[in-house]
């Protein structure tokens, strides 16, 4: 399977928002709600942000959302914050007891 | 709350067996509610799941992988290991063990440990 689709960068001002886009296939991102978004900073191991393409770990700010149409998941930060300047990866379920299949990444900068 | 810890050598020959351990502590290796899972990230590049493994034995692997990966669990000492046979230089990564809710997100991850295929 191949890999899901994120833009390389996305930026923003503190207090602004940014969204990122992680793009798939009928057969992974279109077809299952199993979408989930890590953060991972310099140096650190990945956390997760969002599972089940809206939900919120505990302790995860509600200024993390997840939403998904068609074959397109999205992960939007609201609020901006220095401390959100990060790596941020998509994942997807495949099917075939194919757990994961992850996007290519997003550099986010805060301006 | 759990905590994961990886560990094995940290440089592997070319065309040998990479050996990595994962011990789980604030909860048991044998609950119902995780799958125990390895991810790869190769210096300055992306995510790629390696496959996991449920208490059962039960394994799912990445099929680009497959051939060449092994899962295992330790009950008696609350431990999951990985083995990836015949490495070459594009096996150089840091690996990360996670706990996986059977594909529906890796929740608590391991610190990661950075294994040199050279």
């Known amino acids: 399977q191949s890999a899901l689709t994120q833009p390389p960068s996305a930026s923003g001002s503190p207090g602004q928002s940014v969204t990122i886009s992680c793009t798939g296939t009928s057969s992974d991102v279109g077809a299952y709600n199993f979408v989930s978004w890590y953060q991972q900073l310099p140096g650190k191991a990945p956390k997760l942000m969002i599972y089940e393409v809206t939900k919120r770990p505990s302790g995860v700010p509600d200024r993390f959302s997840g939403s998904k149409s068609g074959n397109t998941a999205s992960l939007t930060v609201s609020g901006l914050q220095a401390e959100d300047e990060a790596d941020y990866y998509c994942s997807s379920y495949t099917g075939n007891n194919i757990f994961y299949v992850f996007g290519t990444g997003t550099k986010v900068t805060v301006l | 709350q759990l905590q994961l810890q990886e560990s094995g050598p940290g440089l592997v020959k070319p065309s040998e067996t990479l050996s990595l351990t994962c011990s789980v502590s604030?909860?048991?290796?044998?609950?119902?509610?995780?799958?125990w899972g390895w991810i790869r990230q190769p210096p300055g590049k992306g995510l790629e799941w390696i496959g996991s493994i449920y208490y059962s034995g039960s394994t799912y692997y990445n099929p680009s992988l497959k051939s060449r990966v092994t899962l295992s669990v330790d009950t008696p000492n609350n431990q999951f290991s990985l083995k990836l046979n015949s490495v070459s230089a594009a096996d150089t990564a840091v690996y990360y063990c996670?706990?996986?809710?059977?594909?529906?997100?890796?929740?608590?991850w391991g610190l990661g440990t950075l294994v040199t295929a050279s």
């Open positions: 604030g909860g048991s290796i044998s609950s119902t509610t995780y799958y």
């Open positions: 996670a706990t996986d809710s059977g594909g529906y997100g890796l929740d608590y």
